[in-house]
């Protein structure tokens, strides 16, 4: 297919993040928690703001999935435990599937999308666990994020997409190679230069722009390493889908460089087998966002 006339990726983002921009809120967090004379008060008080936010970050650290063993009652001792940035993190996330609610059914289901997304955050924040990384929710938050740019296009350009998805389920290929053929282009990409356009910082959008190219990221080659593991974790138990039909390829040279051992594997399946139901029922109350 010639891709001369397709949208070109600056083009393609630079709608979307201004018409899907993230909530003034939390332009102003990440402005507070930037700023050294900012508290802990501070930063709590324009969460709270935020009802709905702040009723499913407190379930969010309550869950499992964070394991403290005292409850966490507000937001000012959800960021003194949890921490500055990992709460902006979680924020993050969250804002996000708010902005995209409402996709036509015809290009994603959206509730499939948000269970695949989030399957791959659970295995990305469970996977460094085991690597022994710092600030685990940005493996969480950008395996959430992981396909968002594939959004930014179904919006776009929704009749090459519808395209491209049908030719894929009829012959078999890799969405995201096609996505590359047609517009020069993939959805990882559309996803890393939306995030950096509205701001987000590098070690969540990096590994979002090389998840499907782990070793060509810059800055961050662990993390997009880690959620490339995460994205086929999530493909292989089939919870949920963002629209690719096959599971994609596992780099074998990501694997070698995580230095992960393949007796891991089941262990990381279980891992997000046993928090997935619950981390859905936290967050979207049983359902993805539709």
Same mark, same amino acid.
């Given at each position: 297919?010639?891709?001369?006339?397709?949208?070109g990726?600056?083009?393609?983002?630079?709608?979307?993040?201004?018409?899907?921009?993230?909530?003034?809120?939390?332009?102003?967090?990440?402005?507070?928690?930037?700023?050294?004379? *900012?508290? /802990?008060?501070? +930063?709590?008080?324009?969460?709270?703001?935020?009802?709905? $936010?702040?009723?499913?970050? !407190?379930? %969010? &650290?309550?869950?499992?999935?964070?394991?403290?063993f *005292?409850? /966490?009652?507000? +937001?000012?001792?959800?960021?003194?435990?949890?921490?500055? $940035?990992?709460?902006r993190? !979680?924020? %993050? &996330?969250?804002s996000?599937?708010?902005?995209?609610a409402?996709i036509?059914?015809?290009?994603?289901?959206?509730?499939q999308?948000?269970?695949?997304?989030?399957a791959a955050? !659970?295995?990305?924040?469970?996977?460094?666990?085991?690597?022994?990384?710092?600030?685990?929710?940005?493996?969480?938050?950008?395996?959430?994020?992981?396909?968002?740019g594939?959004?930014?296009?179904?919006?776009?350009?929704?009749d090459?997409?519808?395209?491209?998805?049908?030719?894929?389920?009829?012959?078999?290929?890799?969405?995201?190679?096609?996505?590359?053929?047609?517009?020069?282009?993939?959805?990882?990409?559309?996803?890393?230069?939306?995030?950096?356009?509205?701001?987000?910082?590098?070690?969540?959008?990096?590994?979002?722009?090389?998840?499907?190219?782990?070793?060509?990221?810059?800055?961050?080659?662990?993390?997009a390493?880690?959620?490339?593991?995460?994205?086929?974790?999530?493909?292989a138990?089939?919870?949920?889908?963002?629209?690719?039909?096959?599971v994609?390829?596992?780099?074998?040279?990501?694997?070698?460089?995580?230095?992960i051992?393949?007796?891991?594997?089941?262990?990381?399946?279980?891992?997000?087998?046993?928090?997935?139901?619950?981390?859905?029922?936290?967050?979207?109350?049983?359902?993805?966002?539709?």
């Open positions: 297919m010639k891709r001369s006339h397709r949208i990726l600056d083009q393609m983002v630079h709608d979307v993040a201004t018409i899907h921009s993230l909530p003034m809120f939390y332009t102003r967090l990440s402005e507070a928690i930037d700023h050294p004379r *900012s508290s /802990i008060a501070d +930063i709590a008080k324009i969460i709270s703001e935020d009802q709905g $936010l702040t009723a499913r970050i !407190l379930k %969010l &650290a309550n869950s499992p999935l964070f394991g403290y *005292s409850k /966490i009652e507000t +937001i000012t001792q959800a960021v003194t435990i949890i921490g500055v $940035l990992q709460v993190d !979680l924020a %993050l &996330a969250l996000v599937m708010d902005v995209f409402g036509p059914e015809t290009l994603v289901n959206m509730e999308f948000w269970r695949h997304s989030l955050g !659970l295995a990305a924040r469970h996977l460094a666990t085991s690597q022994r990384e710092s600030s685990l929710e940005r493996f969480f938050v950008a395996g959430i994020l992981h396909d968002v594939r959004l930014v296009m179904y919006i776009r350009d929704p090459h997409c519808l395209e491209l998805l049908e030719r894929c389920r009829d012959t078999g290929e890799l969405l995201y190679l096609a996505e590359r053929e047609l517009f020069g282009f993939d959805h990882a990409e559309v996803g890393g230069a939306l995030l950096r356009r509205w701001k987000i910082p590098p070690r969540v959008a990096e590994p979002v722009e090389r998840h499907h190219q782990g070793l060509r990221a810059e800055h961050y080659p662990r993390e390493g880690i959620l490339h593991v995460a994205d086929f974790v999530a493909h138990l089939q919870l949920g889908n963002s629209g690719e039909p096959l994609p390829t596992l780099d074998q040279a990501v694997w070698e460089r995580l230095n051992s393949c007796h891991y594997l089941p262990t990381l399946v279980q891992q997000v087998d046993a928090t997935f139901n619950e981390t859905i029922e936290v967050l979207f109350g049983g359902d993805g966002r539709g």
